[in-house]
C-alpha cells in the first residue's frame, strides 16, 4: 500500500478487497481509495459523476471506491497500529437533518491481514460505533452527521513474514476482537484529534 495527498486529495494505491459505504459504494476489489476534498458550499447536481469526474482527473482509471469530504487535508490522521492503519477526517456542522449542511467524518481502514467477509462488513459497525462513542465523549448530543462514510480494505497482496498477523484470516471484527478493539483505538482518537484540530 501507498499514499499520498494530490490537489487536496487523500490517494490510497494498492490491490484491496473492500467494501464502501460512499457515493459509489459496494463490496469490490479495487485499486485505489481516495477520499476528495471539496468546498464548504458544495452541492453538485450529482455527486456520483462528480467522484468519476474526480477519478478521472486524478488518473485513477483502475477501479477504486471515492470519498467526499468538506475536511481540509491538513487535518488528516493516519494511525497505525500493527496490521491496522486508519485515515480520518473528521467535521461535525452537518451533525443531523435539523443543522447546517456541512460536515463529514470519513473513516478508511486498511487492513494487512486478510478479512472475511463477515469482518469487511463487521468492521463497519464496529467504526461507526467508535465514531458515536467519541463524539459522545466530546459532548455532542449526536452520533454523526448526515453525509458520513466508512470504508474497510484488505491488501491482497502484502508480504506476510513467518508468524506475522498477515498469515492468519480474521473472521469477526466485533467490538470485543483484537481487530475490534484496534479499530475502536484509532477511530475514537483519530476523530477526537481531527475534530480538536479543527476547534471543535
Not at 473528521?90 to 472475511?116: D, H, M, P, Q, Y
Request: glycine share 10%.
Amino acid at each position: 500500500m501507498q499514499y499520498h495527498i494530490k490537489d487536496s486529495t487523500l490517494i490510497i494505491e494498492g490491490d484491496f478487497e473492500a467494501v464502501s459505504t460512499g457515493l459509489n459504494g459496494g463490496c469490490a476489489r479495487v485499486k485505489y481509495l481516495f477520499n476528495k476534498q471539496v468546498p464548504r458550499t458544495f452541492n453538485p447536481p450529482s455527486p456520483q459523476k462528480f467522484i468519476r469526474e474526480e477519478a478521472l482527473r486524478l488518473s485513477i482509471e483502475k477501479a477504486y471506491f471515492g470519498l467526499l469530504t468538506a475536511v481540509n487535508m491538513e487535518y488528516l490522521q493516519i494511525i497505525e497500529d500493527d496490521y491496522l492503519t486508519a485515515f480520518i477526517t473528521a467535521g461535525v456542522s452537518n451533525s443531523s437533518e435539523f443543522r447546517v449542511k456541512v460536515g463529514t467524518i470519513n473513516i478508511i481502514l486498511i487492513s494487512k491481514a486478510k478479512l472475511s467477509e463477515t469482518a469487511l462488513f463487521g468492521a463497519i459497525i464496529t467504526a461507526t460505533e467508535a465514531k458515536g462513542l467519541a463524539l459522545l465523549e466530546k459532548g455532542y448530543t449526536f452520533l454523526g452527521t448526515n453525509t458520513d462514510a466508512v470504508v474497510v480494505a484488505y491488501e491482497t497482496d502484502s508480504g506476510p513474514g513467518s508468524g506475522s498477523e498477515e498469515k492468519r484470516e480474521i473472521t469477526y471484527a466485533g467490538s470485543s476482537t483484537e481487530f475490534g478493539k484496534k479499530i475502536t483505538e484509532a477511530v475514537i482518537r483519530g476523530v477526537k484529534v481531527g475534530l480538536e484540530l479543527r476547534g471543535e
